[in-house]
């Protein structure tokens, strides 16, 4: 499988903490992205990073891309009760074809 | 609105019966993809298809089939080969090197 991982698994932080998701994958890409899904709905796109950027900002979320260790970071900063979700990376392979996602890291945001 | 539409939101299954989930978009994406979704657990690709006509088998193909007669349809059929096929299925649609769009899935239960 190309499947990659997040980690931690699970994250529960208090309300205006940050909160920092980290992504690894196995194949060389074109890009990287990290979506959010609430419970039982589809997928929501947050940001893509292309394979020659290293870090890119959107709002409150900053993401990091290191290549050479096949890695990603999201970074939610000053969190909020509603960023209570699941967050996932995917990859598009450098073809551009399948979209490869991880297992997603739970976050749970208290107030 | 330009989107994505899956359906039906839920749908039964009896054993040994096939069934197939619609999938939709007015996007003008030509790659289409079907992923299922287990309790707690990331996506996994089925297959995928990046044109009218063709289409390739990703990670957990086995007890499924698709078809890619229309741009804007890629139907996939849950076979009676698919033994345990209750699951949360999820459609997307993007183009090269871009984000995915995502419908709000079809809950598959079999009674």
Redesign the interface.
Known sequence: SQQGEEDPQALSIQEGENATMNCSYKTSINNLQWYRQNSGRGLVHLILIRSNEREKHSGRLRVTLDTSKKSSSLLITASRAADTASYFCATDDQAGTALIFGKGTTLSVSS | DGGIT?SPKYLFRKEGQNVTLSCEQNLNHD?M?W?RQDP??????IY?S?IVNDF?K??IAEGYSVSREKKESFPLTVTSAQKNPTA?Y?C?S?T??????????T?LTVV
């Open positions: 899956q790659a993809y992923y707690g657990q990331g996506l996994r690709l995928y990046q390739q990703g990670d949360f999820l997307a993007k090269w090197s871009t984000e995915a769009f995502f419908g709000q899935g809950r």
